[in-house]
């Protein structure tokens, strides 16, 4: 295999890190081209001094200012920050994912603020390892229509994703028949509503079986991490809703499993570890060596799966309604989330103010049957404002 020129979007979250990791378990392999980062420029620099990426972008501008400070004291001194082009904003990320020199674009950074930044990557047919679902989730259509178009290939990251497309190796034309969608219930799994009422973020931070970003574990513990997955599959492997079925699976062993027209059922297996599917993502289509933990079946003993409690956790069933409606309606649904867990995480709304200011925005809104990427991108920033202002005249 050549050597592969990849940019990572996010590198200093825990899939970044994580993308890291693979890349430095593999040096001949991989190298490391590009790197962005929301503020966390501490992290950046030692990154920058082991990767010696070519450029960065900083998306937050005080962190960039600073930034540039540090580069131009050390810049005589530091070899590694001499030649290093640095970009700042959402421009920069574009610039970062639009280099025509990468090979792999790993989307690793939280919420849409990927969507553009991974359409200008697409255009130059670069093929993009997806960890960042709110952007399918957003733009699925667009997204896909448009790797079709540029033969950009999409590898997805996300577990079950990369579980079910590796059920699918080798299928050939073989229809999907349905998605086992597994899911490991989060924190709160067992809990009835009435438990849920007061949690506290430190509650819902609490994951059973892996460790993420603060965004993502919130949407674990409220299950619309699995509802984005839903919207996520149907666009990646283009299935119908009511063919995609989620299955509560406590010990996250199963990663998600196809069943196919003549009833036999393909699954993936392995102990809980993001650096599989990303190493793969990688890779694709061979399969490294690696020193991750084997999977052990005599220990495990059992594997128990239940069907997801749509009364405790709405927020699963309107991702299920939004895919349903179509049009512009996940876009709403994917906004509202974004600014409901960040007013969670600020201890400013309850565990249910989550789905309940969801809904009445998927409800409001100015529903567009064929949105065009402007009209999400307004789509976008019509819902942050509507919750906003729900919000602060409520609190
Ligand atoms: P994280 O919060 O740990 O990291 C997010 C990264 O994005 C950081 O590097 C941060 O600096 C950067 N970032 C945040 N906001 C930004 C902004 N506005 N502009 C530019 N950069 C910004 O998140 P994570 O857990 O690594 O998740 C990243 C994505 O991968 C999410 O879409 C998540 O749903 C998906 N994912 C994560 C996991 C996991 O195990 N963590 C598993 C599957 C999918
Ligand atoms: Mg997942």
Not at 34 to 57: H, M, R, W
Not at 229 to 244: S, T
Not at 291 to 307: G, P
Request: proline residues 4%.
């Amino acid at each position: 295999m050549s050597i592969k020129n990849i940019s990572i979007l996010g590198s200093t979250g825990s899939i970044g890190n994580q993308t890291l990791d693979v890349i430095r378990k593999n040096p001949n392999l991989y190298r490391v081209e590009g790197l962005t980062v929301n503020k966390s420029i501490g992290k950046l620099l030692d990154q920058i001094n082991e990767f010696k990426p070519k450029a960065v972008a900083i998306y937050d501008e005080l962190a960039y200012e600073n930034f540039m400070e540090t580069v131009n004291i050390n810049r005589s001194t530091n070899s590694n920050l001499d030649k290093l082009q640095v970009y700042k904003g959402l421009e920069g990320l574009i610039r970062i994912a639009g280099s025509k020199t990468i090979d792999i674009l790993v989307t690793a950074v939280v919420g849409m603020i990927g969507l553009l930044p991974t359409v200008e990557a697409i255009k130059n047919s670069t093929t993009i390892a997806l960890a960042n679902k709110e952007t399918l989730v957003t733009a699925g259509q667009i997204v896909m229509d448009l790797a079709r178009k540029h033969q950009a290939k999409i590898l997805p990251v996300d577990s079950e994703h990369s579980a079910i497309f590796q059920c699918l190796n080798g299928e050939g034309s073989n229809k999907i028949d349905k998605i086992l969608l597994t899911a490991s219930g989060g924190p709160f799994r067992g809990k009835s509503r009435q438990d849920l009422v007061n949690v506290s973020k430190t509650d819902a931070l609490k994951h059973p079986n892996w460790s993420m970003g603060q965004k993502i574990s919130i949407d674990s513990s409220t299950l619309m991490n699995k509802g984005l997955e839903v919207i996520e599959a149907k666009w990646l492997f283009d299935v119908e809703p009511e063919d995609i079925i989620v299955h509560v699976h406590p010990e996250s062993i199963v990663h998600s499993m196809v069943q196919f027209k003549d009833s036999s059922v393909i699954a993936q297996l392995g102990c809980p570890d993001m650096r599989v599917p990303i190493q793969y993502a990688l890779s694709y289509p061979s399969r490294l060596d690696s020193d991750f933990e084997r999977l052990d079946l005599f220990k495990v003993a059992s594997l128990n799966f239940q069907r997801p409690d749509l009364e405790v956790f709405p927020c699963l069933a309107l991702a299920y309604r939004a895919l349903r409606e179509g049009g512009s309606t996940a876009t709403v649904l994917n906004a509202a989330n974004e600014v409901l867990v960040e007013f969670f995480l600020n201890d400013r709304i309850g565990f249910y103010d989550i789905p309940k200011y969801i809904e009445m925005a998927m409800d409001d809104h100015a529903f567009i049957d064929q949105p065009s990427l402007e009209d999400i991108i307004n789509m976008d920033t019509w819902t942050r404002s509507y919750i906003n202002k729900l919000l602060t005249s409520s609190i």
